[in-house]
């Protein structure tokens, strides 16, 4: 069955930096497109990130304008893992983070998978 678990999340300071890993379970996922989400209670999930395969063996990667410059996501297929570098985090970013199979735009990313637990972001001082 497919499943991601998240992990990585945390409190940090404003200007601090974590790093969230999603490991996919039941799937292979060297080739497919995952998205990095976020959601704030009472708000819809919103597209942080994501990543997709260009066809020639490497990736392409695609970011919202608010993280570009600050986060980059990257896979490690020996360890059928994503990763989310979050560096000079922002209190906006506070929210929870969630990692799904999703089909990547430029205009944005479609989720294809359930959500699932998440990892919570607090960036507060």
């Known amino acids: 069955q497919l499943q991601f678990v998240e992990s990585g999340g945390g409190l940090v300071q404003p200007g601090g930096s974590l790093r969230l890993s999603c490991e996919a379970f039941?799937?292979?996922?060297?080739?497919?497109?995952i998205g990095w989400f976020r959601q704030v209670p009472g708000t819809e999930h919103e597209g942080v990130s994501c990543?997709?395969?260009?066809?020639?063996?490497?990736?392409?990667?695609y970011y919202a304008d608010f993280v570009k410059g600050r986060f980059t996501i990257s896979r490690d297929n020996a360890k059928n893992t994503v990763y989310l570098q979050m560096n000079n985090l922002e209190p906006e970013d506070t929210g929870v983070y969630y990692c799904?199979?999703?089909?990547?735009?430029?205009?944005?990313?479609?989720?294809?998978?359930?959500w699932g637990q998440g990892t919570q972001v607090s960036v507060s001082s």
């Open positions: 990543i997709s395969s260009d066809g020639s063996g490497g990736d392409k990667t």
């Open positions: 039941g799937f292979t996922l060297d080739s497919d497109s």
């Open positions: 799904v199979r999703a089909v990547c735009w430029s205009s944005g990313y479609d989720p294809l998978s359930s």
